[in-house]
């Protein structure tokens, strides 16, 4: 279907963007690689009166690395945070995650400050940055605030964004050498949203599990960091046995909602299949033989 | 409002109302119909074209936001020349069927042969996956990529 009727202006500074959003208040909303926000006008979910594109607002881009946490410009695509070096280096999950978000021609407009702002519930990276521990630049005409990504999305397809507000860049804890992560997921057909996924970061301690995050996609009303499961690794010697406690406190962390895809034991079950693929690739025989 | 950009290698400038998709401004504004309009939502890959040398999805950009952008359809592609070889594998291998979807696969198999030179099978399928064919069953499609990235070697 074709969009309906709005307006376009084009933001060359925040200040420009703060500006147009401050004027125009409800009615207008943020275009940045519009993957989503085109589809839901097509839809007519939703009807703007205005699109303020902030694609051209420099102080959105770029990725870099500031003291302990890797700085990513809300402004990057999904395909430049796949080939990206320092991303590969410092948040390999943000990087392994990337092919699993739609398709090339997508990933090629798409952007991580979209993706998180829409805070779809089976989306990949929302679950991915609670899983890295991340923060979220969030600007407005009064300056900068920093919330924590756990704290960011705050229901279905709600997030902490306050009116006036953007994502400016999200910021990423650096892994260390004792770092893992992985994020799996099963989908119909590729590219599709997930009908389950999980995001996976823990580190290895000689072998002893600490500061294992579990983040469930597709399976909620947002990203769901299983904190019993997480509690059932935590300090554990990672293998079978400890992955079977994690996978058995999953029955108390989840609630899944029904939906398309079918009811909720089935998106508990695919949960379960999934900690085991994920933690799997932890086990020291599976990192001897990688 | 007035927006400016390459297409095809030539300069247009044109005025569009803000809801004006790149596809229906390239279809009905300058007259290239080889790119197709699907489902317009940004499911079926019908519309595939390059920006600025990446592909895209032209239903899901504005034509508005693409002041100074470059933009190649199917036919700047078929002009220079670039597929000639995929074409001629698409026509030997029997990979278009009712045609609705060939553009938007052969941009999007082009997008193959210049970034993943060694992609497999399934890596071909992968990053076909978001291009639908109704009539084909794929098949052939894949044959006539891996044809074609096998005869560049």
């Known amino acids: 279907m074709k969009w309906p009727e709005f307006s376009y202006a084009r933001a060359a500074t925040l200040e420009e963007a703060f500006g147009l959003l401050a004027q125009h208040g409800e009615g207008a909303r943020l275009l940045a690689g519009g993957q989503t926000l085109l589809a839901t006008l097509a839809f007519r979910l939703s009807e703007p009166r205005l699109l303020i594109d902030i694609t051209r607002i420099a102080a959105l881009r770029g990725i870099a690395l500031q003291g302990g946490s890797l700085r990513i410009g809300a402004l990057t695509r999904h395909a430049e945070l796949g080939r990206n070096r320092l991303v590969a280096q410092h948040a390999p999950l943000l990087a392994e995650a990337v092919p699993l978000i739609a398709h090339p021609a997508i990933r090629n407009r798409g952007t991580i400050g979209g993706s998180l702002a829409y805070a779809d519930p089976a989306a990949e990276l929302p679950a991915c940055i609670v899983a890295l521990e991340a923060s979220l630049v969030l600007a407005s005409a009064a300056g900068e605030r920093r919330v924590a990504a756990r704290d960011f999305f705050t229901g279905l397809f709600e997030t902490a964004l306050r009116p006036g507000e953007l994502i400016a860049a999200v910021e990423v804890p650096v892994a260390t050498s004792a770092a893992r992560s992985a994020i799996v997921e099963v989908a119909r057909r590729s590219g599709d949203y997930a009908m389950a996924g999980l995001a996976a970061a823990l580190r290895l301690e000689g072998g002893r599990v600490a500061a294992p995050r579990l983040v469930y996609f597709g399976v909620g009303s947002g990203p769901v960091l299983a904190a019993r499961a997480c509690a059932a690794l935590d300090g554990r010697v990672l293998d079978d046995a400890a992955i079977a406690a994690a996978q058995a406190a999953l029955a108390e962390d989840l609630d899944p909602p029904s939906d398309l895809h079918g009811p909720p034991e089935m998106k508990r079950h695919l949960a379960r299949v999934l900690t085991r693929r994920a933690l799997s690739g932890f086990l020291p025989a599976a990192e001897a033989a990688a | ?153």
Request: with cysteine.
């Open chain 2, 1 to 153: 409002m007035k927006v400016s950009m390459t297409v095809n290698g030539e300069r247009v400038a044109r005025d569009v109302e803000p809801r004006r998709h790149l596809i229906d401004f390239l279809r009905l504004d300058l007259g290239l119909s080889g790119s197709h309009a699907g489902c317009e939502h940004g499911v079926c890959g019908a519309c595939t074209v390059r920006v600025d040398g990446e592909i895209v999805r032209g239903c899901l950009v504005l034509a508005a936001s693409l002041d100074g952008a470059e933009v190649t359809t199917i036919e700047g592609l078929t002009d220079s020349g670039e597929v000639a070889d995929l074409q001629a594998a698409f026509v030997a291998r029997n990979a278009a069927q009712c045609g609705y979807c060939t553009p938007g696969m052969v941009m999007t198999a082009a997008d193959i042969l210049q970034h993943h030179k060694q992609a497999t099978r399934a890596e071909i399928r992968e990053h076909l996956s978001g291009n639908y064919c109704r009539c084909t069953g794929y098949q052939a499609i894949v044959d006539a990529v891996a044809d074609t990235l096998e005869a560049r070697r």
